[in-house]
């Protein structure tokens, strides 16, 4: 570098950190490189100062792009859709049909009738006793 | 847009979750079993007609028990299967306790829509007799 030559930023900052030697001759003749210089000595003081609060770095968001976002909503729906339906095959493999309970009263006998699975009793009838069972009511009668 | 395609696709996977649950609750294609049973145990007769319905392809069991003290009780598991030309498998499973007796059966009965199936058994040195009548139906 010639001493009428302002250096480049790259160059000037490596003269500042000691990596190429300092212009002291182009400093002292060039006012425009000097005020460079000081800021640089400017930004290291403020940098010195304030060890604990460095400058935040704040990297922008990289914005998912189509084929990204739309493997993210069928992930979302294979999930979601997974969580209804292992517990839905769950309890109607592990859960047992309710139970059923009618009582019937025929010849002086009392009598407990059970349903179990998908069924239920409509009727019941011994000798001359009939009963029907109204099961949108319930079972119990 | 992405949004209102997901959107979209949990509400047609919820449906297509709920659909069978809902169908569960409807009994259409149900079958009627009118049910005649006529048994005899030591000397105790028994004349039940129950009628119930159970699905088509479904095993069942109806269970009658008298008073609390369970001195008698008849199961009975059932499974009908409808078959082409309005025929109708079923598979009885009988079983009557009375006191210390027992009397169980394994019955496969092919019938029609409508039309009863019989089946009778008896054994008098051990003073059993058991028939069975089942009439299917259909619940519209």
């Known amino acids: 570098m010639k001493d009428n030559e302002c250096p480049s930023e790259l160059d000037l900052t490596l003269m500042y950190d000691g990596e190429l030697p300092t212009p002291v001759k182009h400093l002292s003749d060039c006012s425009r490189c000097r005020r460079r210089w000081e800021g640089l000595r400017s930004l290291e003081q403020m940098i010195l100062a304030n060890p604990s609060d460095p400058t935040p770095v704040v990297k922008p968001r990289p914005r998912p792009d189509r084929t990204r976002r739309l493997v993210l909503a069928a992930a979302t729906f294979l999930v979601l859709a997974g969580a209804l339906l292992v517990p839905a095959q769950t309890t109607s493999v592990t859960t047992p049909p309710a139970d059923k309970l009618y009582n019937f009263s025929a010849e002086g006998e009392n009598y407990t009738i059970k349903v179990t699975g998908e069924a239920y009793l409509t009727s019941m009838q011994m000798g001359e006793v009939t009963a029907h069972y109204d099961n949108d009511e319930g079972a119990q009668r | 847009m992405i949004?209102?395609?997901?959107?979209?696709?949990?509400?047609?996977?919820?449906?297509?979750?709920?659909?069978?649950?809902?169908?569960?609750?409807?009994?259409?294609?149900?079958?009627?079993?009118?049910?005649?049973?006529?048994?005899?145990?030591?000397?105790?007769?028994?004349?039940?007609?129950?009628?119930?319905?159970?699905?088509?392809?479904?095993?069942?069991?109806?269970?009658?028990?008298?008073?609390?003290?369970?001195?008698?009780?008849?199961?009975?598991?059932?499974?009908?299967?409808?078959?082409?030309?309005?025929?109708?498998?079923?598979?009885?499973?009988?079983?009557?306790?009375?006191?210390?007796?027992?009397?169980?059966?394994?019955?496969?009965?092919?019938?029609?829509?409508?039309?009863?199936?019989?089946?009778?058994?008896?054994?008098?040195?051990?003073?059993?007799?058991?028939?069975?009548?089942?009439?299917?139906?259909?619940?519209?």
Do not use: C, W, Y
Request: charged share 30%; glycine share 8%.
């Open chain 2, 3 to 140: 949004r209102s395609a997901t959107r979209v696709l949990i509400t047609l996977g919820l449906l297509a979750l709920a659909l069978p649950a809902l169908a569960d609750e409807a009994p259409s294609g149900a079958i009627k079993l009118m049910i005649g049973i006529s048994a005899e145990l030591d000397g105790v007769a028994l004349d039940f007609k129950p009628s119930m319905a159970v699905l088509d392809g479904k095993k069942a069991r109806i269970e009658i028990m008298r008073d609390e003290k369970k001195e008698m009780v008849l199961t009975m598991d059932v499974l009908p299967k409808r078959l082409p030309n309005e025929q109708v498998d079923l598979t009885v499973g009988f079983s009557l306790r009375t006191g210390k007796r027992t009397i169980a059966r394994e019955i496969r009965l092919r019938t029609l829509l409508g039309a009863p199936g019989h089946f009778s058994v008896e054994d008098k040195a051990k003073g059993e007799f058991l028939r069975l009548d089942v009439t299917p139906t259909l619940i519209p």
